[in-house]
């Protein structure tokens, strides 16, 4: 009886398993063996020179060299209509300078190059990899130690403007916030699963939301409120120039005349609505500076470039 | 006529359809439009009611408009497009939250879904220099470093790999990100639309890293995407050859283009931007390489309430790859207002970076107290569950929470809770049990208690 109970209790528990393992969703394993493909080709050691762009703090170093001051003219050029002439970041582009003795604070802590970033490694491969931001890879690596370096000048990490940064010196370099960075401590909360009773009802104050149900949220099409861009045709101008134009042509980047500046346009206009149209349309590289074709979207209609170009220039007639 | 003339006329009716569709004012238009809309309606009261008029046509005992007359051809729209009724069901960007509309985010309107699946049109995208049209047959993939094969697969090469299919749901760590310092964008679709969940298509990792022999000393991978910021990230080989895939499908279709076409990683439950996108390159390295997404960025910095972590001010946690539990009611929410009085069913998804959802709770108190919810269909690992509990509203008001508990036995945390581990400074991971506030007029509020 006891050896009969027993056998059924396994049996019961075998049952268990197998509805468990029927019932459950967990995916079927793949039985195929990997290692055996031979798919692909060999890559090269120039194939794999050209897309080795990662730096990191003792790995890929690039050749070249660049001081501070080198690094101004530079950065006044390419960075600053963004991130400001002293690092201090224009609208919502990050801060790069400043914010030292700042992470403490508990409301508004700055996170800049100096304040925050712990190797400077990462400034040499982001600049390199994905700035200027409307011409990403463009800089070469002499422009790359000279930017990066006057970045490391701006918030005195480097403080001679004739310190030749390269990868002979990197190692001098040690960022202020070196330490600053611990392993995930997650889980660091410990909350119980309680279902009753849980808290005092008197300790409960709700506090509403800031911004509410019309936190902003865009629709560009709806939200344009101008009468001169109130046709068809500037409303697409609009939107293609928000999307593509905007980032250059808001703030004078890369010498794009700003959407505002009437006399800078006027001179472009001199020439023609033609010219304007076929530099748009094809790229142009001029004394002032650089306008990608298609603003750097080669998707774009011929069309839709023009419609963007009209928009720029709506108000200038009047 | 035709066929070619009807797909024209009927692309020119769609394309008339659209335009309107976009200045039809809805729930989801800023307040001031909201009001002026009212007034408008006030004062064209008897359009309002021939309005009605028209729509009561359409009711019984009246046999329906779109039922006397035939319909559009087979394959008029030969993708296939939602009906023109859905019009505000769209991702939304939140303006001033990023300096410009390249390096920027669109938000996924969560009260809308169903199920667990996210429609391809709508999961949220995080670009970081704009989405790149990369021609496949002349996408890349190359493995290089410590390996002993450096290889370069085209498409076809890894699609002929052995492929799976997993359902995982994608958070950027910036999830509800505005809202550590207190209660700031008063809608779903903003404060938990930076995740989605879809059914993805690749090969197992593991696969392509054996193709190219991973030395002994290869502890980390390096991962870039093909986009204009090269986007990377540093990966331990462990995720790398657990469960991590390379994915070109999804939700049966070719990966959009704001999801990563051709090509894109995907690290289950691991924050959404280490699966790296238009995935190019991968490096195998003995040590991690610093990028500045895991530095200057998706670092946590530390200012914890709590006396006994003071040590901790002023540091940041580094490579806090795991998206802890978390949940949300998908309705009633501010989107989705309760009508009138009555039985309802609430429901929300709830998902966990460690594995499966165990329970869900919901509290209508503001929680004090506590009950059950059911998970409906499926729960898998690394993914959203949907749960749901019935609830009978009276007109009272009402402080709706839900609180998930991970397999691990990891319960979702209080905004207290999170404030004394780590204050309000942290931008990224606040996976806080979230409140909505029923007014007794039945609209939702977003709050915080």
């Known amino acids: ?318 | 006529m035709t066929d070619k003339k009807w797909v024209a006329e009927v692309n020119e009716k769609n394309q008339e359809t659209k335009a309107l569709s976009t200045k039809i004012p809805h729930q989801e238009t800023q307040a001031p439009e909201r009001r002026k809309f009212l007034k408008q309606a006030a004062a064209l009261s008897t359009a309002v009611v021939s309005a009605s008029a028209i729509a009561a046509e359409n009711l019984p005992p009246n046999v329906p408009d779109w039922q006397k007359t035939l319909g559009s051809p087979v394959n008029t729209n030969p993708y296939g497009l939602p009906s023109k009724y859905e019009a505000d069901v769209v991702r939304r960007r939140v303006p001033w939250l990023t300096a410009d509309s390249i390096a920027s985010v669109g938000f996924t309107p969560l009260a809308e879904i169903n199920g667990i699946i996210t429609p391809n049109g709508l999961a949220f995208e995080r670009d970081h220099a704009g989405v790149p049209a990369i021609d496949p047959n002349q996408h890349r993939l190359m493995i290089h470093g410590l390996v002993k094969n450096p290889i370069i697969l085209t498409m076809q090469d890894i699609k002929r790999f052995p492929t799976v299919s997993r359902i995982h749901f994608i958070e950027c760590p910036a999830n509800s990100a505005m809202e550590w310092k207190g209660p700031q964008v008063g809608r779903l679709q903003f404060t938990h639309g930076m995740t989605s969940c879809c059914e993805w298509t690749g090969v197992p990792l593991k696969y392509l890293l054996d193709e190219a022999g991973v030395k002994p000393e290869g502890k980390w991978l390096y991962a870039e995407g093909a986009d204009a910021a090269s986007m990377s990230r540093s990966i331990p080989m462990h995720k790398a050859l657990d469960d991590t895939l390379v994915v070109f499908g999804q939700n049966g279709e070719a990966l959009r283009p704001e999801q990563g076409y051709p090509l894109r990683l995907l690290t289950p439950g691991w924050e959404g931007n280490t699966s790296i996108k238009w995935l190019r390159r991968l490096e195998v390295t003995s040590e991690p390489s610093y990028q500045r997404e895991e530095t200057s960025k998706y670092t946590d910095l530390l200012n914890p309430k709590d006396p006994d972590k003071s040590n901790l001010i002023g540091k940041a946690y580094m490579f806090s790859w795991i998206m802890e539990a978390k949940s949300v009611i998908t309705f009633p929410c501010p989107e989705k207002p309760l009508k009138k009085q009555g039985k309802y069913v609430m429901n929300g998804l709830a998902w966990t970076g460690s594995g499966k959802i165990k329970y869900v709770d919901i509290s209508l108190d503001g929680g004090i107290n506590w009950k059950q919810a059911e998970l409906n269909g499926l729960v898998l690992d690394k993914c959203w569950t949907r749960f749901s509990l019935e609830f009978d509203w009276k007109g009272e008001e009402l402080l709706i929470q839900s609180r998930a508990t991970g397999e691990d036995g990891y319960v979702q945390p209080t905004y207290a809770q999170l404030r004394k581990a780590r204050g309000v400074t942290s931008i990224y991971h606040n996976n806080a049990i979230h409140t909505w506030k029923i007014n007794k007029s039945g609209e939702v509020e977003s709050v915080q208690i």
């Open chain 1, 1 to 318: 009886m006891f050896k009969y109970s027993k056998t059924i209790k396994s049996i019961v528990a075998l049952i268990l398993v197998v509805s468990f393992h029927v019932s459950a969703t967990d995916y079927q394993e793949i039985s195929i063996k990997s290692g055996e493909f031979n798919r692909g080709k060999k890559a090269s050691k120039e194939e794999i020179r050209g897309w080795h762009i990662d730096i990191s703090p003792g790995h890929n170093l690039p050749a070249g060299k660049g001081t501070a001051a080198d690094g101004e003219q530079l950065f006044d050029d390419q960075c600053a209509s963004c991130h400001g002439s002293f690092g201090e970041g224009v609208g919502r582009n990050p801060v790069l300078a400043g914010g030292e003795g700042t992470l403490k604070d508990t409301s508004r802590p700055e996170r800049t190059v100096g304040s925050y970033w712990p190797y400077a490694s990462t400034l040499l491969d982001y600049t390199h990899r994905a700035m200027p931001f409307n011409a990403p890879q463009s800089l070469n690596w002499d422009d790359t130690w000279s930017i990066a370096a006057y970045v490391l000048y701006l918030n005195d990490v480097i403080t001679d403007e004739d310190f030749v940064f390269n990868a002979d010196s990197f190692a001098e370099i040690i960022m202020p916030n070196a330490d600053g960075f611990i392993s995930d401590q997650r889980p660091d909360t410990n909350n119980k699963r309680c279902m009753k009773d849980c808290k005092k009802p008197a300790s409960i104050h709700i506090i509403p939301a800031l911004l509410g149900y019309a936190s902003g949220a865009e629709d560009s099409i709806n939200d344009d409120k101008s009468t001169s861009a109130d046709n068809t045709e500037h409303k697409i101008g609009k939107q293609i120039y928000n999307t593509h134009c905007k980032l250059c042509h808001a703030n004078g980047v890369a010498g794009a005349p700003k959407i505002d500046d009437k006399a800078t346009w006027g001179e472009r206009l001199k020439s023609g609505m033609d010219g304007v149209y076929a530099h748009a349309i094809n790229g142009f590289t001029g004394k002032f500076g650089v306008m990608p074709a298609k603003g750097g979207a080669p998707d774009l209609t011929e069309a839709e470039v023009k419609a963007a170009v009209d928009y720029m220039i709506k108000d200038l007639e009047q």
